[in-house]
């Protein structure tokens, strides 16, 4: 029995490979990210006006700086400021506070029971997709044991807690004394802070009185991006003036692209990988191996099903087989919702191509690759 208890739960790199995982959900398109992250600034840099409206969007489901935000329940632990302070700032933000927002302005520690008091929290709330802590510092375990392991211990137990949960756990916390050139080592503590993070988030000025600021965004499922950002004086809002990532939608390989077009000739097939590729090369003209087109079929997965382009992988006496399929039931609404930007045809948080690529794959398949078509019975074939 404690042998078995003592194995760890493995898989190998095939099946992982096939596996249909569930994307990384975002409580800000491309930007905050399910899991731990945390936000520095320097102390009334403007941090919390900043975490405050952002809760209040995420409630509503607006969008912010021109990102769609997922509609959810909100908690703001505002631990450094008392009830009529954050009333007042609201009055400013906005006219309008959801019933989904919540607020405290007390909390245990990590020693003392704040994860409990937040799982309590989405117990009793299941839709909750934020929570945000205001500061860091304040729920920390009070000791002088400032060493790496310490710092990486304290983050552990959230980011377990948001893993848990299946929620945002944004962490607002303070910058070193000292500069560096590099905003992000700028975060208070050791790397182990920083290291355990799904995102870290950086406001910078480079002048205290200035109202303009740099907000710094990197980690594990974000690209990282630099957005100019402006304080207005009126309201109090953090406005975006620029975004190094012109348009964070990704672009879908051409072979995908190719790959789409095709599927939507052909309907259907069930055969080996090999099989596929040779048919598929044949309509794009190109000779891509089976291994290479399968890992970007995995990669672009969800993308390819937005599409409508779904596919399933399994083995049978020792070949690799593939069952993909095209289904027309989302096609009107798809084509219904394609814009142009920048000259490239995009649906909305999907990834796009090129519009005069998508023309050139869309003409349709040569007699020689619909008599291969037919030899490989696409559409009935199935395996044992």
Not at 26 to 39: A, D, H, K, N, Y
Not at 288 to 306: F, G, H, P, T, V
């Amino acid at each position: 029995m404690n042998e078995t208890k003592n194995m760890l739960t493995v898989v190998d790199g095939e099946t992982l490979m096939d596996m249909k995982l569930p994307p990384t959900k975002f409580c800000v398109e491309t930007l905050l990210p399910q899991g731990i992250s945390i936000f520095g600034g320097a102390p009334k840099i403007g941090k919390s006006w900043m975490v405050l409206d952002l809760c209040v969007r995420i409630a509503k489901g607006e969008a912010i700086w021109n990102l769609s935000t997922q509609k959810g329940t909100t908690l703001y632990l505002c631990l450094e400021d008392p009830l009529n302070r954050i009333q007042q700032r609201l009055c400013m933000l906005t006219d309008e506070v959801p019933e989904n927002a919540y607020f405290a302005t007390a909390a245990g520690t990590l020693a003392d029971g704040l994860c409990e008091q937040i799982r309590n929290f989405v117990s009793e709330h299941p839709d909750t997709v934020l929570v945000a802590v205001d500061t860091f510092q304040i729920v920390r375990a009070n000791t002088t044991d400032t060493s790496y392991a310490n710092d990486y211990d304290d983050v552990r137990k959230i980011k377990q807690l948001a893993d848990e949960l299946e929620i945002s756990i944004l962490l607002v916390h303070h910058l070193r004394k000292q500069g560096d050139g590099d905003p992000l080592n700028k975060i208070s503590g050791t790397t182990g802070i920083s290291g355990a993070m799904d995102a870290i988030f950086v406001l910078d000025k480079s002048k205290r009185n200035a109202d303009t600021a740099t907000l710094v965004c990197t980690g594990r499922d974000i690209e990282y991006r630099e957005m100019e950002m402006k304080l207005s004086k009126e309201n109090c809002v953090w406005t975006l003036v620029s975004d190094s990532l012109e348009n964070p939608q990704l672009i879908l390989p051409d072979e995908m692209v190719a790959l789409t077009q095709f599927m939507k000739a052909q309907k259907s097939f069930s055969g080996t990988n090999s099989e596929f590729t040779e048919l598929f090369n044949s309509y794009y003209g190109k000779r891509l191996s089976a291994k290479s087109l399968k890992q970007m079929m995995n990669r672009w997965r969800y993308s390819l099903e937005e599409q409508s382009v779904q596919f399933t992988s399994h083995r049978s006496n020792g070949q690799r087989l593939l069952d993909i399929s095209y289904s027309s039931d989302r096609d009107e609404s798809a084509v219904s919702d394609v814009k142009i930007l920048n000259g490239k045809s995009c649906v909305p948080s999907v990834p796009c191509a090129p519009v005069s690529e998508r023309e050139a794959l869309s003409t349709g398949i040569t007699e020689s690759t619909r008599q291969q078509n037919k030899t490989a019975k696409f559409g009935d074939r199935r395996q044992m």
